[in-house]
């Protein structure tokens, strides 16, 4: 089932208290459009009275009238619904201004898709020993709905991995999920992420960075040349201690 959608228009009234004090009594009406199916034929108008926070008055596109639900509500319910051609007025607002709305939004921003931007990066790097973490980023999409997966040789991650998503501020949106693993020799880590912007799941390979020359993972080495140094420095270091010894 799809999720109920809302459109709603807010305006507020305050009645400050005869003391002066800086509290008041709120009362604000609310009118809301309510859907779910995306013909918009089950579009329902709602108009909605409220005191303090209390709803006691509401009219309902689906009931045709205003119903009261406090004394004050239902006085004044009976009062409005008299008044036909009002109530006609209101019954149009499922298609003059609920289904226009909503159609617009439809249009220009639930249908629109804009694909993320992927990074992967290496956060804290490892060894046979120790787990290396990697983490994987999408970038400026929307709308909000994505998926990110991790795969291992081609085989969908199990392990534990932290995911956080997050709002821009500008419509568009931003996710993190990192993958902590052991490093072996000939396997291929991949992140996978599906979005609306895609066609098909995009999968982004990672590409470990290449070892600098100043970092070894064994042993030092030492070539033939390395050695011939190493021998010639020795030799001369003990020709000249023998030669201050005599």
Not at 31 to 41: E, G, K, L, M, V
Not at 161 to 168: A, R, V
Not at 169 to 190: F, M, R, V
Not at 216 to 243: K, Q
């Amino acid at each position: 089932m799809s999720l109920l959608k809302l459109w709603s228009v807010h305006h507020f009234l305050m009645l400050s208290v005869f003391t002066g004090a800086a509290n008041g009594y709120y009362t604000y009406h609310w009118a809301q459009c309510i859907y779910s199916s995306p013909d918009f034929s089950d579009m329902v108008f709602l108009d909605g009275y409220y005191f303090n926070k209390y709803l006691y008055m509401q009219f309902n596109s689906t009931v045709g009238e205003f119903v009261g639900f406090t004394e004050f509500g239902v006085r004044n319910a009976e009062i409005l619904n008299k008044d036909q051609a009002y109530i006609q007025q209101l019954k149009a607002e499922v298609d003059r201004f609920c289904k226009a709305n909503a159609a617009l939004y439809k249009k220009d921003i639930h249908d629109k898709a804009v694909a993320p931007a992927v990074k992967l990066s290496l956060v804290k790097k490892g060894d046979s020993r120790r787990p290396s973490l990697l983490m994987c980023s999408a970038y400026d999409f929307y709308p909000e709905q994505i998926k990110v997966s991790w795969l291992r040789n081609g085989t969908l991650v199990t392990d534990v991995t932290s995911t956080e998503k997050m709002p821009n501020g500008d419509w568009y949106y931003q996710i993190h999920t990192e993958l902590e693993y052991i490093p072996k020799a000939g396997e291929n880590i991949s992140c996978m992420v599906e979005h609306a912007g895609f066609s098909k799941p995009m999968i982004y390979d990672w590409n470990p960075p290449p070892v600098s020359e100043f970092e070894w993972s064994g042993p030092l080495l030492f070539t033939a040349g390395d050695a011939a140094l190493m021998l010639g420095i020795i030799i001369a270091a003990a020709g000249f201690i023998y030669y201050k010894s005599k």
